[in-house]
């Protein structure tokens, strides 16, 4: 049973979803000089809304060395946040008003069961 589905449009009435992009990290390439650059797969269009962190969240994310603005992000599918020993991770999420996110860790993953995945995103410089 996918529940994001069954209480999206109430969640919706008070803060819409939107429609964003999200390109997923497929793992990066090292160059020359030893440093590497992060690859992405094109952008796909996703269901996205944006939401303050909870604090359950904050202190999840604490002690990661987290800066800048933060903020959680329900988004239909599965994604994922950072996974070092996969050399993957960090998604980057577009959203309409131009501005650039990364996904820094994921909260809650129900991508396969229930449809949606909660993460922590940082907003990258543009």
Known sequence: MNLYKLVAGAVSAINPRVVATIQKSTGYTTNADGSRTPIYAAPVPVRAQKQALQYNDIVQTDG???????????????????????????????????????VAVVLENWGDAKGWTKVAATKQVS
Not at 78 to 102: K, Q
């Open 64 to 102: 990661l060395n987290l800066q800048g603005e933060r903020c959680a992000l329900y988004i239909s599918g599965n994604w994922e946040g950072v996974v070092r020993s996969d050399g993957v991770g960090g998604d980057i999420i577009t959203m309409p008003d131009g501005s650039v996110w990364i």
